[in-house]
């Protein structure tokens, strides 16, 4: 099992950036893929980005591509969600969230991930 905690968030204009950290406990943090997803006000939790175990591969959703990336230093127990040119459409609650089964696909399901995080609010003004 393992726990995970986001910081990171805040308010931030438009085209600007922030970092959000998830921190896990426990000594198997590299036996999980790690993902992030974002939940705005009534609309339903969004995939943005995962990470395999290793942190050699990712996988992103077209509406963050290229704007948002995610690392992980295992060591560290720890990942990280870089965002950068951020809009007022990026507003929503974010969640780091932990798959400990291993699979040849990325996972992009919610359902897929059987950790979460309590979330981190994201605000961007226009």
């Known amino acids: 099992q393992v726990q995970l905690v986001e910081s990171g968030g805040g308010l931030v204009q438009a085209g600007g950036s922030l970092r959000l950290s998830c921190a896990a406990s426990g000594r198997t943090f590299s036996s999980y893929d790690m993902g992030w997803f974002r939940q705005a006000p009534g609309k339903e939790r969004e995939f943005l980005a995962t990470i395999r175990r290793s942190g050699g591969s990712t996988y992103y959703a077209d509406s963050v591509k290229g704007r948002f990336t995610i690392s992980r230093v295992n060591a560290e127990n720890t990942v990280y969600l870089q965002m950068n040119s951020l809009k007022p459409e990026d507003t929503a609650v974010y969640y780091c969230?932990?798959?400990?089964?291993?699979?040849?696909?990325?996972?992009?399901?919610?359902?897929?991930?059987?950790?979460w995080g309590q979330g981190t609010q994201v605000t961007v003004s226009s």
């Open positions: 969230a932990a798959d400990p089964r291993k699979s040849w696909e990325f996972r992009i399901r919610e359902y897929q991930y059987d950790y």
